[in-house]
């Protein structure tokens, strides 16, 4: 019997997207590495695509997402074969609402942060 990989993902929501099996939101998440002056830099990023299902969700407010991960392969421009990020009947929490007046950031003290990672 095949079990499902649930996940929990934290991150900006980004663009929201119209695909064959309904609305969709992009997340991207940085994957961060000290270079070698010990500082932290964006090494690289995942996209993980999360199916809306109905779900009101809006672009560039911080959430937590918690849902089934599947993946599939697709081809690009160049020929390279790629892994796509998809999650599926997820539940989203907002953390934080993001003040574009503030530079784009979500305040991030009320959920117990001091400094977010990324």
């Keep these: 019997m095949a079990k499902n990989l649930i996940v929990t993902i934290t991150g900006y929501a980004g663009e929201i997207k119209q695909g064959k099996a309904g609305a969709y939101v992009v997340v991207p998440v940085p994957v961060n590495r ?3 002056a010990g500082e932290w830099e964006v090494a690289e990023k995942h996209y993980f695509n999360i199916a809306l299902d109905g779900q009101d ?12 991960l599947r993946l599939s392969k697709w081809t690009n421009d160049k020929g390279e074969v790629q892994i796509s990020l998809w999650v599926s009947k997820a539940q989203f929490k907002k953390l934080a609402t993001v003040n574009k007046g503030d530079g784009g950031r979500a305040n991030l003290e009320a959920f117990g942060a001091v400094e977010a990672p990324f």
């Design 34 to 36: 000290k270079n070698d």
């Design 57 to 68: 969700v809006q672009r560039d407010q911080f959430y937590e997402v918690t849902g089934e």
